[in-house]
């Protein structure tokens, strides 16, 4: 099922990388530690925000987790807010390229525009897969 929902102000620490997605797991540790060792509070599950095709393994990408907290960043690290935003978005647990899919096949029938990067959430038993629109 698809559904739609309005995200709040959202600041993250993140880390933008090249690569290939497996390393989005190694790049979330970096966060983690960060986020510890500077007494901020954990606010969300991880993120990936996708620059290039999510479904291609090699592309540019944000790591990172929503944070509580005042921080500069450090290093690779920096912290960012996203603005209150309309996403659509599906939960998958298997078949990521299908969910895209179905999420690609919804907005060109009902004629929404796509107005960023697409984003995938990682909560505990499921990934969720956000586009940000126009509705």
Not at 59 to 64: E, H, L, N, S, T
Request: hydrophobic share 35%.
């Amino acid at each position: 099922m698809i559904g739609k929902k309005t995200l709040s102000d959202e600041k993250l620490a993140l880390i933008t990388f090249s690569g290939p997605l497996s390393k989005t797991g190694e790049i979330i540790e970096d966060v983690m530690e960060f986020i510890s060792s500077e007494d901020l509070e954990i606010a969300g599950d991880p993120v990936v925000i996708f620059y290039t095709s999510p479904l291609k393994d090699d592309g540019r990408y944000d790591a990172g987790i929503p944070i509580k907290g005042e921080s500069e960043g450090a290093g690779d690290i920096k912290i960012v807010t996203i603005p209150e935003h309309t996403v659509i978005f599906k939960e998958y647990t298997e078949n990521r390229n299908e969910a895209y899919e179905e999420l690609i096949a919804y907005t060109e029938e009902n004629g929404i525009d796509i107005i960023g990067a697409p984003r995938e959430i990682y909560h505990e038993k499921v990934r969720e897969i956000q586009f940000p629109v126009i509705l």
